[in-house]
């Protein structure tokens, strides 16, 4: 056997891989590697044998098989510490392999790709390579591995020091595992969505870290945020900060349903958010009067809360914003009057969001004890579903104007739900309450006498005729909601009663 250690290098990603292998040879290390990398090396004059020369075998099928061969698999996977593993490898002339540096092929960057084909998608599957690392991660007690050039630095330290101790090598098998774990889960999503599988036996998806957290939504709780790296709509994962202090767990769940709420809108809309749910909501044919009126809905419960537009900031919004305290400012882009503005308040965060993607469908993931829910995102709206007016009287104009608004709100407040709107602007919201005509009172209350002439939303049927009658005593004229109760016919009775326009949806926007 020889007496040099010997390190398998093979990598997609060549990132300081020259580097690393000339210090590894300055340590005694015999290096042997394949194809690209092989040739990196070899150009850069760094000594290296190919796997054919330890094989005694020729790579074939156009390099699909090379590595899966007991001389390199025996030296990954032989325990030096047991008698008979070293005298099967001495019997057999195969030299153990303490070292492997291995990266994949970019199956999620290929896929990633618009207009790539099946087959271009199954030739970046590597079998090789996730082959060499689990077995070099199995083996972690003697053998080294390492699948991100991150980790070169700090291995080469320690082989200068003498060994890699087992702790760091046990960490580092711990990444590889997550690596490959994480590069199968890409295959089985894209076969799963090839194969148009929705609710596969495994639900198999793989998320990457964007930054850890200083707590979850109370200071015992540890936290992390992390991104689906295919997904390719709007997201907070790919929004830029350009001031304030670090998101928190809170903040990301907050700015995340305000910019659910903003991308509802096509006209200038801002949508004030509180404890995820919206605290005010405005639209305009400007910006500034959009704020104006999403600020006047509850000026009290705005203190504190994230602010989402869907138009640049301009420097006269950005102005009115500065007068009272907000944790997060979203929106497509800054003017820099703005942001000369804003970045006054160094606490602000100031996150732009490109708007332009479209949004896809995608999946809502819920955690339960021990379990998942998969549902599919809930992005129906009125241009989805056949309206109906039941009552005697149609809604005027202004009216469905207000009911739309209602209606785009009230989808997005935790359920039992009720969302009054006048004039451009929500003026009532009642959320998560109990029982309906509960959440009916608070909007009412809040709504004041707003409600007079206003529109009333309901993301949930009525059981039964109260919650009408609180409207038509709160002054409401116009009632939107899906219907389908065995006693709509009571509800639609107190309408008329009242001279209440009500218009049936179809649909429910529970949400929980």
């Given at each position: ?18 580097a ?7 340590q005694g290390?015999?290096?042997v590697s394949t194809g690209?990398?092989k ?5 850069a ?7 054919s ?10 390099g ?22 070293v005298?099967?490898l001495e ?6 392999i ?12 290929t896929?990633a790709?618009?207009g ?6 199954i ?11 689990r ?5 972690f007690?003697h ?8 980790h070169?630095?700090e291995v ?11 702790t ?6 711990a ?8 590069y ?19 639900y198999?998806?793989?998320?990457e870290?964007?930054?850890s ?24 994962a ?18 995340n ?6 991308l509802?809108f ?5 949508i004030?958010?509180?404890?995820m ?10 910006l500034f009067?959009a704020y ?32 009272i ?12 009057e703005a ?6 308040k ?16 995608g ?12 549902q599919?995102v ?6 989805d579903?056949?309206t ?10 202004q009216e ?11 989808k ?10 006048k004039?451009?602007?929500t003026v ?13 009172k ?6 004041s006498?707003?409600?007079?002439g ?9 059981p039964m005729p ?9 002054g ?8 389908g ?6 509800s639609?009775d ?5 001279g ?5 949806t179809?649909m ?5």
């Amino acid at each position: 056997m020889s007496q040099h250690k010997r390190a398998l290098l093979s990598v997609s990603n060549k990132e300081g891989i020259v580097a690393f292998a000339k210090q590894l040879v300055e340590q005694g290390y015999e290096l042997v590697s394949t194809g690209g990398t092989k040739r990196k090396l070899e150009e850069a004059g760094v000594p290296v044998a190919s796997v054919s020369d330890i094989t005694q075998f020729p790579e074939i099928l156009q390099g699909r098989v090379k590595t899966l061969h007991p001389h390199i698999h025996a030296g990954l996977l032989a325990q030096q510490d047991k008698e008979d593993h070293v005298k099967q490898l001495e019997d057999l002339g195969i030299n153990g392999i303490e070292l492997v540096v291995v990266n994949l092929y970019p199956f999620k960057e290929t896929i990633a790709k618009d207009g790539i084909t099946e087959e271009e998608a199954i030739e970046n599957i590597d079998i090789g390579g996730p082959t060499m690392l689990r077995a070099a991660a199995k083996n972690f007690q003697h053998v080294t591995v390492v699948v991100e050039p991150d980790h070169y630095e700090e291995v080469l330290s320690y082989i200068k020091e003498g060994e890699v101790p087992v702790t760091y090598r046990k960490q580092l098998a711990a990444r590889v595992f997550q690596h490959t774990a994480s590069y199968d889960a890409h295959i089985a999503g894209y076969f799963a969505e090839a194969v148009e599988d929705s609710a596969p036996e495994q639900y198999t998806r793989t998320y990457e870290r964007v930054q850890s957290l200083r707590y979850g939504e109370n200071p015992h709780q540890q936290a992390a945020f992390y991104q689906d790296p295919l997904y390719k709509g709007i997201s907070l994962a790919h929004a830029s900060q350009l001031n304030g202090k670090e998101l928190s767990y809170n903040n990301i769940q907050d700015a995340n349903a305000a910019l659910s709420m903003v991308l509802d809108f096509t006209e200038p809309a801002a949508i004030a958010v509180k404890h995820m749910n919206p605290c005010g909501v405005g639209t305009a044919d400007s910006l500034f009067g959009a704020y104006e009126r999403a600020y006047a809905a509850d000026p009290v419960s705005i203190f504190g809360g994230i602010v989402a537009v869907n138009r640049e900031l301009d420097g006269n919004t950005a102005e009115k914003m500065k007068e009272i305290f907000l944790e997060i400012i979203i929106a497509p882009s800054f003017s820099k009057e703005a942001l000369d503005i804003l970045t006054t308040k160094k606490n602000l965060r100031l996150l732009q969001v490109d708007m332009t993607k479209e949004q896809g469908a995608g999946q809502q993931l819920t955690s339960v004890r021990g379990g998942l829910l998969v549902q599919d995102v809930d992005e129906a709206s009125l241009e989805d579903v056949t309206t109906s007016v039941p009552t005697d009287r149609e809604p005027t104009e202004q009216e469905w104007q207000d009911l739309k608004l209602a209606w785009k709100v009230v989808k997005h407040v935790k359920s039992n739900a009720i969302v009054v709107a006048k004039g451009q602007q929500t003026v009532g919201v009642g959320a998560g309450q109990m029982n309906r005509v509960g959440a009916a009172k608070i909007a009412f209350e809040q709504a004041s006498d707003h409600s007079h002439g206003a529109a009333l939303a309901s993301d949930a049927f009525f059981p039964m005729p109260d919650t009408v009658e609180e409207a038509a005593k709160a002054g409401i004229t116009a009632i939107i909601q899906p219907g389908g109760s065995k006693r709509d016919q009571d509800s639609i009775d107190a309408c008329n009663e009242h001279g209440i326009t009500m218009v049936f949806t179809g649909m429910r926007h529970f949400k929980h």
